[in-house]
């Protein structure tokens, strides 16, 4: 039975992303001499902050899908200008993204991550899907393929993240570009974004998975092991359900991730599994911390925004999967925890801290929580459609 607390929250999310968030980041988060500004407070936009490649790649794809999201305004104008500050901007002159543009327009950062590419990818995508072939965007998406498979592969498996580099295994650029070729595979022909699903599920249940807990870490060891200090010993629980809900979107076929996938049984259990450690370790007081140590314990008790949004794509997808009333249970939860964040006073803004006491930190809104935000809801939608009866 699908969760009628999880529908009466939607609703509220719904009219806020719609009514609020789209028209006050549309108006005052663009920019007018150039690209998406990285936070606004209440009083608008924060001036002189360098700007991320990829804080401008996740607003281009949060406007690219706001029209399907129920949104009127002029989404295709902020894409298409977007697009265009991105390549005159961040786009390297061998097309790989640069990390960071100074508040003048000029370099500050000209290092090219593996995660700006995925994210680049994704942008790519999501403005494809709008704007349609003329754009040339499919092209621009294979040629950065095509870079990536060359600068970033390793010789043993996965990527590198940063071209040069051979550290350990980090686990956050394979889950966007998982991301990234799970939409392409779903509007492409091409069966290099099939075979990038495949490889990076399987690099998933191989390696970045521990066999032995069923936690996934941040850096691994090509053998699997996680290597000395604090750091690598970080579990984060937004991360186990972010990475549940890429494996249950990441069945055979070219299922959209917003479809209902055939989900393998290696699969199904692995997300469970990790959604399970997200919630027994990481709920405290109705929301998920930051982080834990790999004896399951808090290390961050802080909550930020972005893994309450996890929490509710992946319970809203298993929900839709499986029908389990505990699913339906825990998205309407997540999607109570995920409105508190958005009750700000302020039009159209968002609490991206909750300290353990259950406030909040007032502070300017940052931009590269939008994308999270407008993805938990267009799953919420998605579930509560198409869900099995």
């Known amino acids: 039975m699908r969760d009628e607390a999880a529908r009466r929250t939607l609703a509220r999310l719904e009219h806020w992303l719609v009514a609020d968030a789209f028209p006050v980041w549309a108006r ?85 991550l593996l995660y700006d590419q995925a994210f680049a990818l994704l942008a790519f995508c999501e403005a494809h899907r709008l704007l349609g072939p003329d754009g040339g965007l499919r092209q621009a998406a294979e040629a950065l393929l095509e870079r990536i498979q060359s600068v970033y592969r390793r010789r043993d498996l996965g990527f590198r993240s940063e071209g040069a580099s051979e550290r350990p295994l980090s686990s956050n650029p394979h889950m966007h570009l998982l991301e990234a070729a799970l939409a392409w595979r ?9 075979r990038l699903v495949d490889d990076l599920v399987e690099l998933a249940l191989g390696y970045l998975i521990d066999a032995r807990t069923g936690a996934l870490s941040g850096h691994l060891e090509v053998a699997g092991t996680t290597y000395a200090g604090v750091p690598s010993r970080l579990i984060e629980p937004g991360h186990q359900f972010e990475w549940a809900w890429l494996l249950l979107c990441s069945g055979p076929g070219r299922a959209r991730p917003a479809s209902a996938p055939e989900v393998p049984a290696a699969q199904l259990e692995a997300a469970a599994r990790l959604m399970e450690i997200g919630e027994s370790c990481g709920i405290r007081d109705g929301v998920a911390v930051n982080s834990l140590l790999d004896d399951m314990t808090v290390n961050d008790p802080e909550a930020r925004l972005w893994p309450q949004a996890e929490r509710l794509k992946a319970h809203a997808l298993m ?6 009333p505990r699913h339906w249970r825990l998205a309407g939860e997540a999607a109570q925890a995920l409105q508190s964040y958005l009750d700000t006073g302020a039009r159209g803004l968002w609490y991206d801290r909750r300290l353990p006491d259950g ?12 994308y999270h935000i407008v993805c938990a809801i267009g799953e919420l939608s998605s579930a509560l459609e198409t869900a099995v009866a």
């Open 319 to 324: 929900a839709r999967l499986t029908g389990e």
């Open 359 to 370: 406030s909040f930190v007032t502070e300017p809104s940052p931009a590269s929580s939008f």
């Open 28 to 112: 005052q988060g663009w920019d007018t001499r150039g690209g998406f500004h990285e936070r606004l407070a209440a009083d608008g936009p924060v001036a002189g902050d360098a700007r991320r490649a990829r804080v401008q790649l996740r607003q281009i794809y949060s406007f690219a899908r706001a029209r399907s999201l129920g949104w009127q305004g002029d989404a295709r104008r902020l894409v298409t200008d977007g697009l265009a500050h991105y390549v005159a901007r961040y786009r390297r002159e061998d097309g790989l993204a640069r990390l960071l543009i100074a508040p003048d327009g000029s370099v500050a950062d000209d290092t090219a």
């Open 186 to 194: 779903s509007t492409s022909e091409d069966p290099r974004w099939s």
